[in-house]
């Protein structure tokens, strides 16, 4: 049985307690034990926004979106390890494909519209707007990086899409995410985190 851990601000940890016992939907056995119990919540959103978000918004629209096409490629050499958990959750191998390999296709996706940005860290949007009549005065719509955090919380029958296809978009838009996975499939999840 394995006692799952937690990745919060840049390291592994556990919880405080034995937590929740985690079965195998097929025989009924514990494959895992988890708990949140803790950990600190507020120092998660406060690691993101001080650490990951400026490291982010530092990167490239090209850069993250070259970082997403590398994690796809890792993960996708890592399925059949995701495949062999995932038999756990109860889905069969087609089930899974949706999951494990629809989610890191999320991944492939995005890092290919990286193509409609410049190499820059930011992006305009529209046209530039004439505010004078002699076009003195003009303005121009930036789209910049959010400095804060995206908060997910995950359904317990896509524990790698689920997570995956949220976490695309925030990273090629430079904001950091702090994932919550559904508890009763978070072994699978946490197998992906481990790879990330």
């Known amino acids: 049985m ?4 937690n990745y919060a601000h840049g390291e592994w940890i556990s919880g405080a307690d034995k937590g929740q016992d985690l079965f195998n939907a097929i025989t009924g056995e514990v494959v895992a034990n ?3 119990k803790g950990l600190d919540f507020a120092k998660m959103c406060e690691y993101a926004r001080q650490v990951g978000g400026p490291k982010l918004r530092k990167m490239t629209f090209q850069e993250r979106g070259l970082m997403l096409k ?21 889905a069969t191998r087609s089930d899974s494909w949706v999951d494990i390999e629809g989610g ?3 991944l492939f996706t995005y890092a290919s519209l990286r193509r409609q940005f410049p190499n820059e860290t930011y992006c305009y949007d529209g046209d530039v707007a004439r505010l004078s009549k002699n076009n003195t005065f003009i303005g121009h719509h930036i789209c910049v990086p959010k400095e ?6 995950n359904a317990f029958n896509f524990p790698v899409w689920g997570m995956l296809e949220k976490i695309a978009v925030n990273l090629l838009a430079g904001m950091p995410c702090v994932v919550k996975p559904a508890t009763v499939t978070s072994y699978l999840t946490e197998a992906v985190v481990a790879e990330i």
Do not use: C, D, R
């Not at 050499?77 to 756990?88: D, P, Q, T, V």
């Not at 804060?148 to 919380?153: D, F, K, Y």
């Open 2 to 5: 394995i006692h799952l851990q």
């Open 34 to 36: 988890t708990s949140s």
């Open 148 to 153: 804060g955090v995206a908060i997910h919380i």
């Open 70 to 90: 590398a994690l796809a490629m890792h993960l996708l050499s890592k399925k059949e390890i995701f495949y062999k958990i995932s038999w756990a959750t109860g």
């Open 104 to 106: 890191i296709g999320n």
